[in-house]
């Protein structure tokens, strides 16, 4: 049987609507946000449920406050508004999410290097993640002997859709992407 594993991939406040935040009454809400992405959180809610806190992981920008990654004038090509600014409340997870999650959870953060220039940029893909203890995702995944990855998360076109092709194409893994939960 393969060894399969759920991705949540980036399922944060500040790509969450601002009326989300005001919903729950919580900060953070709202950065740069994906229309309806609140939408998917009972479907990875659900997706989690299935997959079990072991064969689980979660990626997060995790981006310092002062990188080419942002910009004032973003293009929305190599630079974008301010987002999911590491131990702020846009990196958080969204709330309801964050309260399913298990403790062992394996989580990976992104988009932490002080970018110079936009080009160089790596966060789209939770491929180059790192949990704090410095561990890479595609050694997570391979000490698993994984064979199979399910992603959901926000957005597709960006960091879910990045980290498929990654994934597939670095590590050789069968990717499925659950379309409900993107």
């Known amino acids: 049987m393969k060894e399969t594993v759920l991705g949540i991939i980036d ?13 729950l009454d919580k900060a953070g809400f709202g950065q740069l946000p994906v229309t ?13 449920w299935a ?13 310092p406050e002062h990188t080419a990654h942002f910009s004032d004038s973003p293009n929305f090509v190599t630079n ?5 600014v590491g131990d ?14 298990s403790p062992s959870v394996t989580r990976f953060y992104k988009g932490q290097e002080c970018l110079q220039d936009g080009k160089d940029d790596l966060s789209y893909s939770g491929f180059y993640g790192e949990t704090d203890s410095g561990l890479s995702l595609p050694a997570w995944l391979t000490d698993r002997g994984t064979e199979r990855v399910v992603l959901s998360g926000l957005a597709l076109d960006y960091c879910v859709g990045k ?11 069968e990717v499925i992407v659950a379309m409900d939960a993107t």
């Open 11 to 23: 399922v944060q406040r500040g790509f969450m609507p601002a009326n989300e935040g005001e919903r």
């Open 36 to 48: 309806d992405g609140q939408r998917i959180v009972p479907v990875v809610k659900r997706l989690l």
């Open 51 to 63: 997959a079990g806190a072991r064969n689980t992981f979660t990626t997060q920008d995790w981006h």
């Open 80 to 84: 974008w508004p301010v987002h999911c």
């Open 88 to 101: 702020t409340a846009g990196a958080a997870l969204h709330p309801e999410l964050e309260s399913t999650l």
């Open 163 to 173: 980290t498929a092709l990654d994934l597939a194409t670095k590590l050789d893994l």
